[in-house]
């Protein structure tokens, strides 16, 4: 599993989580998985939760998409350090999104890829994105 996917699939899953009836239970799991060096770290892990949801909420309510963006955005720079710090925390975070969202495979391995070209004359064929299997024009 790439780990930017895994990433962005843990920040989507603890933000959508957070407006949910389960956040109660998930955000123990993520707690524990973010605090995993001490009893402070993990205190600390549950405060950011607590003030992310919060803020997320009240985004939410103000209908403040940049801000419930910011929040996501947050979680995956969190995510990412917390999984460069311990590898092992990857195991840890790949079986809870198996237990808290047991779609997130097929999300995450379904990519958007949108491009934009812009300032400038082209004169030829312009070819982006990924995963090409053929670039010769038929």
């Not at 803020?55 to 460069?84: I, K």
């Not at 195991?91 to 995450?108: C, F, I, K, S, Y």
């Amino acid at each position: 599993m790439d780990v930017a996917a895994l990433v962005t699939a843990g920040a989507t899953t603890i933000v959508g989580l957070m407006a949910s009836d389960a956040w109660n239970y998930a955000s123990g799991r993520f707690a524990r998985l973010l605090g995993r060096t001490d009893d402070r770290a993990r205190a600390g892990a549950d405060g950011g939760l607590r003030a992310s949801r919060a803020e997320l909420l009240l985004a939410r309510a103000d209908g403040d998409e940049a801000a419930v963006a910011q929040v996501e955005e947050g979680w995956r720079n969190r995510l990412r350090l917390a999984l460069e710090a311990d590898p092992q925390a990857v195991r840890e975070l790949t079986e809870l999104l198996d237990e808290v969202n047991p779609g997130w495979r097929e999300a995450a391995s379904t990519s958007v890829v949108q491009n934009t070209i812009t300032g400038g004359t082209f004169n030829g064929t312009v070819i982006q994105g990924r995963d090409f299997g053929s670039t010769n024009p038929a």
